[in-house]
C-alpha cells in the first residue's frame, strides 16, 4: 500500500502510547478485540506492554502499519504455542485505526504477517473474529478459510453477546524465480 510502512515494534513509551490510543479508539468504536467500553488507558497500556514484552523475547511479532508518523494499524503473530505446534501461529489484535479504514492497511498487514510467519517456519495460520461485525470479509478475500461460528462466545464491548467465527490459513512458500 503506497505511504504506509509496516513494520516489527519495540518497546518504547512512545510505542506503548500509540498502540493503547489505537486500541481504546477500537474499543470505544464497537472492535471486538478482547476488552470492554470504556477500556481505561492503565489496562490498554498494561496489554501492550505485555505484548511487547513477548515480543522482545521472541514469543510474538507485534507489527505497525504508519501513515508518516501516525500509527494507522497493528497486527501480532503470535509464535509461542504449544510444543506440538511448532508449524503454527496465531494473529490476534487486528485493529486498523478508523480514519483508515478500507484503505488496505488490514490487507498489507495480513501479508507481511504470512511473510514473517513463512521465514520462521510457520506454515498454519489461525485466528478468530466476532459474528456481529468481525472481519470475516476481509478474512475470506485473503484465502482464510471458515473452520466454524460458536455462538455466543464472548460481549461486545458495548454489552451484549456475539459468537466467534474461526479461520485458518494454509502457507506455502513463494515459487523461486
Request: no cysteine; aromatic share 6%.
Amino acid at each position: 500500500m503506497a505511504g504506509i510502512e509496516i513494520n516489527p515494534l519495540s518497546r518504547s513509551p512512545a510505542i506503548r502510547a500509540m498502540l493503547s490510543d489505537l486500541l481504546i479508539e477500537a474499543v470505544a468504536n464497537g472492535g471486538s478485540v478482547s476488552f470492554m467500553d470504556p477500556l481505561p488507558p492503565e489496562a490498554a497500556n498494561k496489554f501492550w506492554d505485555n505484548a511487547l514484552d513477548a515480543a522482545a523475547r521472541g514469543d510474538r511479532i507485534v507489527l505497525g502499519a504508519f501513515d508518516g508518523d501516525l500509527l494507522v494499524g497493528t497486527l501480532t503473530l503470535v509464535l509461542d504455542l504449544a510444543q506440538n505446534q511448532p508449524h503454527r501461529a496465531e494473529l490476534v489484535m487486528m485493529i486498523t485505526r478508523i480514519s483508515h479504514r478500507g484503505r488496505g492497511v488490514a490487507t498489507a498487514l495480513l501479508q507481511r504477517a504470512e511473510q514473517m510467519a513463512l521465514a520462521r517456519g510457520r506454515t498454519l495460520l489461525v485466528l478468530d473474529t466476532a459474528s456481529d461485525g468481525g472481519a470475516a470479509p476481509l478474512y475470506e478475500s485473503v484465502g482464510f478459510k471458515l473452520a466454524g461460528e460458536i455462538p455466543d462466545y464472548a460481549f461486545k464491548p458495548q454489552g451484549g453477546l456475539t459468537g466467534t467465527k474461526f479461520y485458518w490459513k494454509q502457507l506455502t512458500a513463494p515459487a523461486a524465480a
